[in-house]
């Protein structure tokens, strides 16, 4: 039995005149309405594009302005720290401070529980005042590499003494305290001392002798650029040197200022024994 559904193909329905003219101006209406909409949309693309640009130019000014002051204050940290750091070697009066380890021991006793007095140093070094001012640091700790440690250990053993130099001097610097004391590691390396320092015999030394040695041993250096402090012994007629002061110029030797120079003619260098 079949179906009522026609097998022909579908047409579409035949309109009047009329109609056709109807769907024209309606076609021709919705046509201008697109054009209109895609005017539209072109504008409200291109104004919402120009708000994208501004406002990622924007963002962009606003990310590049903090990475351009970072980025020179980068250059701050790699170019005007290092400048200050090597001014503390070309500009500027340092001083080293050198103590005489056996004589302070033996005149002063609240040290002979220090490791330099136990282990028996001949001379070791107190700091490095850079010139920068003095007791910034209190209460702060020198922060050292193991490495950096055990050769300052070699000429500043005693933790105290260390603390004490980084407060007193360093923390006054612009320097980290590895650079400070890479600074004392450096001046005191390349400073040659008498060996009647080192021999553990006690002896009296004329001044005009022992300065004429140290000028001697050391290029460019003067009578004037060494500040030699001395103290009493009540067990001995001549003062006993106690501490030498070493003064630069940045990376030269220059001229001690606010000297002490207590030792007069003839002093006594202290072996310990």
Not at 191 to 205: A, D, F
Not at 241 to 251: K, P, V
Request: hydrophobic share 35%; glycine share 6%; proline share 4%.
């Amino acid at each position: 039995m079949m179906n009522n559904v026609s097998n022909q193909p579908v047409q579409m329905p035949i309109r009047s005149q009329d109609s056709v003219q109807d769907s024209t101006l309606y076609l021709k209406a919705f046509i201008a309405k697109i054009s209109l909409l895609q005017t539209a949309f072109k504008r409200n693309t291109l104004q919402t594009l120009e708000h994208k640009n501004a406002y990622s130019n924007h963002r962009l000014s606003i990310v590049r302005t903090p990475l351009s002051i970072a980025s020179l204050l980068l250059l701050q940290g790699l170019v005007v720290l290092p400048a200050q750091a090597a001014s503390a070697l070309t500009t500027g009066q340092r001083v080293l401070m050198i103590e005489m380890t056996p004589a302070l021991c033996r005149l002063q006793p609240t040290r002979t529980l220090m490791r330099q007095c136990l282990e028996g140093y001949s001379l070791t070094v107190a700091g490095l005042d850079l010139g920068y001012g003095q007791r910034c640091g209190r209460g702060s700790t020198p922060r050292l590499t193991p490495l950096q440690l055990k050769v300052v250990n070699r000429i500043m053993p005693d933790t105290t003494v260390r603390s004490q130099a980084w407060q007193h001097y360093g923390a006054c610097s612009p320097l980290s305290s590895s650079s400070y004391f890479r600074q004392i590691i450096n001046y005191s390396g390349a400073l040659k001392l008498p060996s009647e320092l080192s021999t553990g015999n006690s002896y009296t030394v004329s001044r005009s002798r022992f300065i004429n040695q140290m000028t001697r041993l050391n290029e460019g250096m003067s009578a004037a650029s060494i500040d030699l402090i001395c103290q009493k012994d009540n067990y001995r007629r001549q003062p006993v040197l106690t501490d030498m002061h070493i003064c630069y110029e940045g990376s030269q030797f220059g001229r001690c200022y606010n000297t002490v120079n207590n030792c007069g003619t003839n002093f006594i260098i202290s072996g310990g024994s």
